[in-house]
């Protein structure tokens, strides 16, 4: 089984990154970290790699570019539990314990340093004018945060919260979910990147991991505070969970959270990232506005349709602005492209994989 996800994202506070949780997971045998310019086939060396051990029927996991998602920043691959990433600017991470844990795979060695020194100050150019443009595109995200976070904050003294707590109890009574002696863990990750004028989201990992879901009906932007409660009842029961998180606001709110040895999943829908599932999974639907006094939301209607506009607005420009930021590094990837020995680098990948 192959499934994509992405572990950082372009986010109202700037960078969000959670590359640490994924390198730092005491289940893992080895860490290959791969140093090398833009262009110079990171991530089709990661590619190959993905495709290699899907076709041998093993899990793997095909992590994301947030700001490119054709490009990838790392794979999994979990019945050898070795991680692959790529470990330069702006995701870059130090070895911990070298050699015995993490080693290191240098495709610098395969580009002419000659002929990259001769365009130097173009693609020095091109280097600092990619850095610059992200300042205007985090200006867009902060913004476009503070507009959703102030729609939840219209309606968050007005929560039943033991309804929430109600309403979980009796899902997990009714499907017949007890307590399992385990060690729970939590993973991070995201299924959603602002892309292609809009968000991109990976449904197909949701449909891949879930048999059945429960559904969060969120029109008011508040279904994380529910998904907090899911992700900490199952931990408490011994179950894993796997929390995707909001690309916009990933360090306040949840979209979805998934139980792996349940394959249950609770999807909060209704949002610009929402994921397309399968109707025949559904289980059971939850109206967030049954949590919300009924007066309130109507009181509140006018405020909750402007902010969601307003938000979604702001993150269509970010994620024109992003797009316009890939046109640039794809002018700067061409230079690393002509200075690379692609039949020494093929060969070498060959050999890499014939190891794994």
Known sequence: ????????????????????????????????????????????????????FDSEGLTVERIHCSSDPSSLDGVKIYEKNIVIIDATAPHVYDMSVPGAYESLVDLSRFWDENLLAENRVEIKRLFDEISAAYKPVYQLLRAAGMTENWAVSQFEAHIDGEKMTNQLKKIIRQNAITAIQSK??????????????????????????????????????????????????????????????????????????????????????CHLYSPQLSEDKIIKKINTRTFVDKDFCIQNKNKLTFSKKLTRELICKAALDIDAIKAKHDILEKYYIEAMDFNALNKFTEDFIARL
């Open 1 to 52: 089984m192959v499934f994509d996800t992405f572990t950082a994202s372009n986010s109202e506070k700037g960078f969000y990154s959670c590359f640490d949780e994924l390198v730092r997971d005491d289940t893992l045998k080895r860490v290959y970290l791969i140093k090398g310019g833009p262009g110079s086939g990171k991530s089709t060396f990661m590619k190959k790699i993905a495709e290699k």
């Open 184 to 269: 729970p863990t939590v993973m991070t990750r995201l299924l959603s990147a602002h892309a292609k004028g809009g968000a991109l989201t990976y449904s197909d990992t949701t449909d891949a991991l879930c048999d059945e879901y429960v559904v969060l009906e969120d029109g008011i932007c508040i279904s994380h505070l529910f998904l907090a409660k899911v992700s900490s009842c199952f931990n408490k029961l011994g179950y894993d969970t796997i929390n995707i998180k909001s690309p916009l606001c990933p360090d306040k709110k949840t979209e979805q959270v998934i139980i792996p040895q349940l394959r249950l999943g609770f999807i909060s829908l």
